[in-house]
């Protein structure tokens, strides 16, 4: 009986052993993680609060973000980051020169909301900026880049989002330069979102410096322009939109244009909500949502939780669509995808309602950034509408009526 016990017992401290090293082995594989070059595959997915908080931040209703992150299913659908935005800090750093969070927004601190955040298996990003002090007035991380790096690191930062505001003479490329080399030196795996609103290029030089980065001023709820709020005037889906096709051959893995977070369920009609989403998963965009999860309707979170949308924006090749103008002022975009295969886009982005009636064996699209040239005449595909889920195939003629601002989206496989 004795012998028996300790026998057992001998076999749990054992196993306990054995669980504490496959732990520890764990552990050291995600610091092994590459700090650069890789860290963005595939375009990023997330939540940010700047769209739905604002300056308004507070931690019982960012953990409650948190929960219907989860529960709604977002999670699971691929979104990863929880990120803050500006206006998380107090309004000076401390006596050593640290950021604060402010306690009053965040009473246990972000090391605990970073934890909570981790605990739902999601990763925790946060803001800052470049200048002296941040958009919103908050200290910026001129001067302290490395010290800030390694306080985000503690905390288990996952992401940083570093905007360009109160910057003066700064050389661009020099001052994301210096954040990247912090955030590297700290030895965690830190996705860097640039954030300069594409003023100096950005698409030129981010090789090795950043994951993202922002191509135009701010996004406001809009599909035409963007919304206006005081004497500031927002950017619209399709303003956004058309900026993208001058720099699409930008776009690739682990080096992403950023037309912005989304604002899917922020004041669109269903039909722009659903072609603002199409079409950033068509620029294989950053998808970085930003409205309150809390509180999404069923219509959003089918918006923003269609695999088929979501596999388009996560294609490994990362190429962003480009665009065929069809008749009637219709838009074709499409995405060369694996496998030889391609996503159509069509658009309608007039405010009355059209019909596409395509003859697919007229329909010849070329890509001087892919190399493809794809002559429906020659190649059949098999089509799967990934809004209605209807199947057909590339034979005959596409007649469809297309609603003002919405668009048909089409996966196509080869037959
Ligand atoms: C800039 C950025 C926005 C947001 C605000 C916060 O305008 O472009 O995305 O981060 O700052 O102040």
Known sequence: MRTKISLKLWCMIVCTV????????QNNTTTKMPLTGELALLPPMGWNSWNAFGTNLDESALKAVVDAYVASGMRDAGYKYFSLDDTWSTMERDSNGNLVADPKKFPHGMKALADYVHSKGLKFGIYNCAGWRTCAGYPGSRGHEYQ???????????????????????????????????????????VFSICEWGSHKPWLWPNGIGEQYRTTGDIGPGFVVGKK????????????????????????????????????????TYNEDKSHFSLWCMLAAPLITGNDLRKMSDQTKTILTNKDAIAIDQDTLGISAFKVPLADSLELYVKPMKDAGLALCFLNRTATAKKIDLKWSNLIVSDDVSGITVKFAETAFRTHNIWTKKNG???GTFKQDIGAHDVIVLRLTKL
Not at 18 to 25: E, I, R
Not at 246 to 260: E, G, Q, S, T
């Open 18 to 25: 054995l669980f504490l090293q496959l732990a520890k082995a």
């Open 148 to 190: 800030d790096a390694l306080l985000y690191a503690s905390w288990g930062v996952d992401l940083l989002k570093y905007d360009w505001c109160n910057t003066d003479s700064l050389n661009t490329e020099e001052a994301y330069k210096t954040m990247s080399r912090a955030l590297r030196a700290t030895g965690r795996p830190i």
């Open 229 to 268: 709020f005081g004497d500031w005037q927002g950017q619209g889906v399709l303003q956004i939109l058309d900026a993208q096709m001058l720099i699409r051959k930008y776009n690739r893995p682990n080096h992403w244009n950023d037309p912005d977070m989304l604002e899917v369920g922020n004041g669109m």
């Open 393 to 395: 195939s590339t034979k």
